[in-house]
């Protein structure tokens, strides 16, 4: 990373999908005439400041009025200009913002919740949270939709922003171009955590995608020895299965899908290292490390709050 930090984790001009290079284009194109407009524009503006500055006893210069090819000239000039800026700004509206559904797309549907995602395959059979997982080179469909307020879903370096509106079916549609890890951010002011409401997204090789398909479709593993099995017995036995889904063991919809949640990397919507101490501080008051976080604080030993956290890790 160099001192302009171009390829910082969310930088919008470092592009990883079709969308976000045909956006990048756009934007090149339209940067570098409008920096050969403002060069030409201060040129012309420093040498008239110069050539007709005020000298002591100058006359007054000849007055004119009217001249047509300087005002037919003024007036082509920046049309052109707008052409040469629309005719490709239409292109890339009409390629990137299809509302038509390609055959081989993957279709991801995107919950926007306060303050953290659901990213469901409804081909696959998968679901997720937190942490968006997808194939390169193949054409990804998302459904965008938000059940309690409006959410944003905006990954930078695939190109696109687009509101998650309740009752309304947004889609968008890109191809991830290679192999890699990204961030994305909630970019519409929903509630006391929208700052920390982020996701990381990792797009896979085909092969590897395949793998990470079957590993999630796997039913929850089952904890072998202490203190996981404890762990389970209790998560089984508290509230938390009103609130999450493991397969097989709770059905609750309030909160994020935990079935694989040992396989995710970050906890709290990308907001910390998934690690052991920051789940055993999670489990017991979630809001003090998330503001206004929908998950009640628990009266919970350290012994119960280390077996739960090993049971959550346990299931990979
Ligand atoms: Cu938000």
């Not at 008239?48 to 007054?60: N, S, Y």
């Not at 490709?88 to 990137?96: A, E, L």
């Not at 998330?290 to 009640?296: D, T």
Request: proline share 8%.
């Amino acid at each position: 990373m160099g001192p302009f930090a171009w390829d910082g984790p969310m930088s919008t001009v470092v592009a990883a999908s079709d969308m976000a290079r045909d956006v990048l284009a756009l934007y090149g194109l339209i940067t570098w005439i409008c920096v050969a407009i403002g060069t030409l524009v201060f040129a012309v503006l420093g040498y008239v400041l110069v050539r007709f500055r005020e000298r002591p006893g100058a006359p007054l210069p000849a007055q004119s009025h009217g001249r047509p090819w300087l005002e037919i000239a003024w007036t082509l000039g920046p049309a052109i200009v707008l052409l040469v800026i629309a005719v490709p700004t239409i292109q890339v509206i009409f390629r990137t913002q299809t509302l038509a559904t390609p055959r081989d797309a993957l279709e991801v549907v995107v919950r926007g919740y306060q303050w953290w995602w659901e990213f469901s395959y409804p081909s696959l059979g998968v679901v997720t949270a937190n942490e968006l997982v997808v194939p390169a080179g193949r054409r990804v469909v998302f459904r965008l939709e938000g059940p309690d307020v409006i959410h944003s879903f905006w990954v930078p370096k695939f190109g696109g922003k687009r509101d998650v509106v309740p009752g309304r079916a947004n889609t968008m549609t890109l191809m991830p171009s290679s192999a890699g890890d990204f961030w994305g951010q909630c970019a519409e002011f929903c509630g006391a955590s929208h700052a920390n409401m982020g996701m990381r997204v990792v797009v896979h090789a085909p092969e590897r995608f395949d793998a990470w398909v079957r590993a999630q479709r796997a039913p929850a593993v089952e904890p072998a020895g202490e203190p996981a099995t404890t762990g389970k017995a209790l998560f089984a036995a508290s509230a938390c299965v009103g609130c999450h889904t493991v397969r097989g063991v709770s059905a609750g919809t309030l909160g994020p899908d935990l079935t694989h949640f040992g396989s995710r990397t970050t906890l709290g919507a990308g907001m910390l290292p998934n690690t052991p101490q920051n789940l055993v501080a999670w489990v017991r008051d979630a809001p003090a490390l998330k503001p206004g976080a929908k998950m009640p604080p628990f009266r919970l030993t350290d012994e119960q709050a280390r077996a739960l956290a090993a049971y959550l890790l346990a299931l990979q």
